[in-house]
C-alpha cells in the first residue's frame, strides 16, 4: 500500500496507524491531567461557566499547539538512548517508543482516576529513564545507569523542592498582599451562588486561564509531537528522515559549512585518523552518552561526519534527490553531528568565539533538515490535546478547588494562586527554572488557604505529595519493565 | 421473578441515572458541567480497574483505527470508480465507529462487573 508516497506493506501501515493511535492518546490524557492548572480557579470563582472555561481552555491549547515551534519535542527526544533514536525503525526502537507511550498512559490515568494533578512532564521523563537504563542493562553498559540522563533527574527532583515552595508561599504572600492593599471584604469570602467576582478580578482570572492554556499547548502540548516524528521516521524513512522542502540554498549553505567545519575540527585531533564513518559514529554516540568524555578523537570524528555530509549533499538541488539509504544515513549524520556540536558548545571545548558561532550556525541549519514537524502532525496532537481538555477536566478540577481546603475558594485565593501559576510558567521558559505548573498551582491553593485560615484537607496534600514523589520511581520502573518485555517478546519472535 | 438475560444486559450496558444528591438542586445543564456526574473519589481498587479498562479502551481503540484506517487507505488506493471507493470509505468508517461504540460498551459493562462497590 501506498502511504505518503511511500511503499509498504499491509503489516507496517497497520502497525503505524496504530503506533499513532497510541500517540494521539497519550495527548488525549495529558489533556485530562493538566486542564485544572487552567481552569480550577476560574470555575470556582464564577469567573466562566464551567463548559464555557473549559472550551475555552481547550481552543487556547490548540492555538498554542499549532503555534508552537517544536523545540520542546525534541528536547525531550534528546533524553532517548541515542542509538535508539538513530535505529528507531528497529524492533528495539519501536520497543522505546511503546514502552515511553503505555507508561506514561497508565501513570495519567492512574493519578487522573485518583483525582491526583501530577506532573506529565515528570510522567515522561521518568520512562524516558526507565527505558534508557534497561537500554543500557540490555547492551552491557559497563557503569550503572548510564543510560539515564541524571542532569535531568537532578532536575525533576529540584523541581519537587522549588515547586511547592514557590507555590505554597508565593501564593500566600500575595493574598496577604491583597488582604493589605485592597479592603474589599467579598474579595476574601466564599462567592454567592454563581455570583461573578469584580470585573477587574474576573478580567485578571480569564486573561491568566487563557495564558496558562496556551502556555500549555505551546509547551507540554508538544511532547507528543516528537514521538510521532519518530514513529513516522522509523516506519517512513523516506518521507519523514529528512525536510524534503529543504530550500537548494539550504542544501548548498550546509554542504559548504560542513565542509568548512570539518577543518576546524581536524585543528583540534592533528595526526587523529577516524577508519571510517562507522567508527566515526560509534565515536559520537558513546560521546552522546552521559558518562561521555570529549577527546581527540571526538573532534575528528565530527570532522569525519561533516565531510560525509558535504559528499552526500554536494551538488544536490533538493533532498528529494537522494535515495533512500542516503536519506537515512544523512539523518543519522546530522543528529549525530548537531547534538555532538550542541554537547561540545554545552561545555565549552570550542574556544574560539568565531569557532563557536559557526558551530552554532551549522548545528542550527542541521536541526532545520532534521527537527521539522508537518502541519498534520500540529493538528491532530492538538485536536487530541483540546478534546482531552474538553472531556477529561473534572476529576482533577474538584480535587484542586474542593479538596485542597476546608472553605470554599474565595475570588481573591483563585487570582492569587492563578497569578503565580501564570508568572511562573513565564519564569520557567525565561530562566529554565525546573518547576512543575502542576505542582504550583495545587500548592498555591493551599498557600492562600493556608494564609487565609481556612484550613487544609491534610489527607489530599498527604496523597498528592506521595504521588509528586512516587511519580518519576514509579514511571522509571514502568519504563523499563515494559521495554524489557518488548524486547523479551522481540527476541523470542527472532524480530530484529 | 427471574430477570432475562436481555433486561440484565441492558442493565449492565446503560445502568439507570441516579444523579447526585448534591446536584439535585441544579439545572440539567449545569449537572452537566459541575463536577457532581461522576464519583470524585476512588478508592485504591476502584482506581485500579477503572485505569486497567481504560488503557484497554484506548489500546483496543487504537487498534480497530489502525485496522480500519488501513482498509480504507487500501480501498482509496485500489478502488477504481469513484463512486464504489467512496461507498467502500463510508462502510469502513462506519464500521470503526460501530465497532469504538461497542468496545465503549463491552468496557463499560466489565468496569461495572468487576467493580468492588457494585450497585
Redo the contacts between chains.
Keep these: 500500500m501506498n502511504l505518503f508516497g511511500q511503499t509498504v506493506s499491509v503489516g507496517s501501515g497497520m502497525f503505524l496507524l496504530l503506533a499513532l493511535g497510541m500517540a494521539l492518546s497519550f495527548e488525549f490524557v495529558n489533556g485530562f491531567h493538566d486542564t485544572a492548572n487552567a481552569v480550577a480557579t476560574v470555575i470556582y470563582t464564577h469567573s466562566l461557566k464551567p463548559m464555557v472555561a473549559v472550551v475555552w481552555s481547550g481552543c487556547w491549547n490548540l492555538i498554542g499547539v499549532l503555534t508552537s515551534s517544536g523545540a520542546v519535542a525534541f528536547g525531550i527526544l534528546a533524553l532517548l538512548p541515542v542509538e535508539l533514536v538513530l535505529n528507531v525503525g528497529s524492533g528495539a526502537g519501536f520497543a522505546m517508543v511503546f514502552a515511553l507511550l503505555i507508561s506514561a498512559i497508565i501513570w495519567n490515568l492512574g493519578t487522573w482516576y485518583l483525582g491526583l494533578p501530577a506532573s506529565s512532564s515528570h510522567t515522561l521523563i521518568g520512562a524516558i529513564m526507565g527505558v534508557g537504563l534497561a537500554n543500557s542493562w540490555a547492551s552491557g553498559a559497563h557503569e550503572f545507569g548510564e543510560g539515564i540522563n541524571w542532569a535531568k533527574a537532578s532536575e525533576v527532583g529540584m523541581s519537587l523542592l522549588v515547586s511547592p515552595i514557590i507555590g505554597f508561599g508565593c501564593s500566600a504572600l500575595l493574598l496577604l498582599l491583597f488582604k493589605l492593599l485592597i479592603k474589599r471584604r467579598e474579595l476574601y469570602e466564599a462567592p454567592a451562588k454563581d455570583q461573578p467576582p469584580p470585573l477587574w478580578i474576573r478580567g485578571l482570572l480569564v486573561l491568566t486561564c487563557t495564558g496558562v492554556s496556551f502556555a500549555h499547548g505551546s509547551n507540554d502540548g508538544q511532547k507528543g509531537m516528537g514521538l510521532i516524528m519518530l514513529i513516522l521516521v522509523g516506519i517512513l524513512p523516506l518521507t519523514f528522515a529528512v525536510d524534503l522542502a529543504t530550500s537548494q540554498n539550504s542544501i548548498t549553505d550546509l554542504a559548504s559549512t560542513t565542509e568548512t567545519i570539518s577543518y576546524q575540527m581536524d585543528r583540534h585531533s592533528p595526526g587523529v585518523a577516524m577508519g571510517g564513518y562507522q567508527i566515526a559514529a560509534n565515536e559520537l554516540s558513546a560521546y552522546l552518552k552521559t558518562s561521555g568524555k570529549v577527546t581527540e578523537r571526538t573532534f575528528a570524528a565530527v570532522g569525519t561526519k561533516c565531510r560525509e555530509i558535504s559528499d552526500i549533499l554536494s551538488g544536490k538541488t533538493s533532498l528529494s534527490q537522494l535515495n533512500a539509504d542516503q536519506r537515512r544515513i544523512l539523518r543519522s549524520d546530522l543528529y549525530l553531528t548537531s547534538e555532538a556540536l550542541g554537547k561540545l558548545i554545552k561545555q565549552k571545548k570550542l574556544d574560539d568565539p568565531a569557532e563557536q558561532k559557526s558551530a552554532a550556525k551549522l548545528k542550527s541549519n542541521m536541526d532545520k533538515v532534521t527537527k521539522f514537524i508537518p502541519v498534520w502532525v500540529k493538528v491532530a496532537v492538538a485536536l487530541a490535546l483540546g478534546l482531552g481538555t474538553m472531556i477529561g477536566w473534572k476529576r482533577i478540577v474538584v480535587t484542586v478547588g474542593e479538596k485542597i481546603g476546608k472553605e470554599h475558594l474565595t475570588y481573591a485565593q483563585g487570582a492569587s494562586a492563578e497569578l503565580v501559576a501564570m508568572a511562573t510558567i513565564m519564569a520557567a521558559d525565561q530562566l529554565g527554572l525546573p518547576v512543575s505548573t502542576t505542582h504550583v498551582l495545587s500548592s498555591g491553593v493551599a498557600g492562600t488557604m493556608f494564609a487565609n485560615h481556612s484550613g487544609l484537607q491534610m489527607d489530599t496534600l498527604r496523597n498528592l505529595l506521595l504521588a509528586w514523589v512516587l511519580t518519576l520511581p514509579v514511571c522509571v520502573l514502568l519504563g523499563a519493565g515494559i521495554f524489557s518485555f518488548g524486547l523479551n517478546v522481540l527476541l523470542r519472535f527472532g524480530i530484529k | 421473578m427471574k430477570t432475562s438475560w436481555a433486561a440484565k444486559a441492558r442493565t449492565l450496558l446503560f445502568p439507570p441515572a441516579e444523579p447526585d444528591d448534591r446536584a439535585a438542586d441544579r439545572c440539567v445543564h449545569e449537572r452537566?458541567?459541575?463536577?457532581y456526574?461522576?464519583k470524585?473519589?476512588?478508592s485504591?481498587a476502584?482506581?485500579?480497574i477503572?485505569?486497567t479498562v481504560?488503557?484497554l479502551r484506548?489500546?483496543f481503540?487504537?487498534?480497530l483505527?489502525?485496522?480500519c484506517?488501513?482498509y480504507t487507505?487500501?480501498a482509496w488506493?485500489n478502488i477504481q470508480s469513484l463512486f464504489l471507493r467512496v461507498a467502500a470509505v463510508l462502510a469502513l468508517v462506519l464500521l470503526f465507529v460501530v465497532s469504538l461504540f461497542l468496545l465503549m460498551l463491552a468496557s463499560a459493562a466489565l468496569t461495572r462487573i468487576y467493580s468492588p462497590r457494585r450497585r
Excluded at chain 2, 32 to 35: L, Q, S
Design positions: 452537566f458541567a459541575i463536577p456526574t461522576f470524585p473519589q476512588l485504591l476502584e482506581a485500579f477503572a485505569a481504560a488503557l484506548i489500546f481503540g487504537s487498534l483505527f489502525a485496522v484506517g488501513t487507505l487500501l488506493s
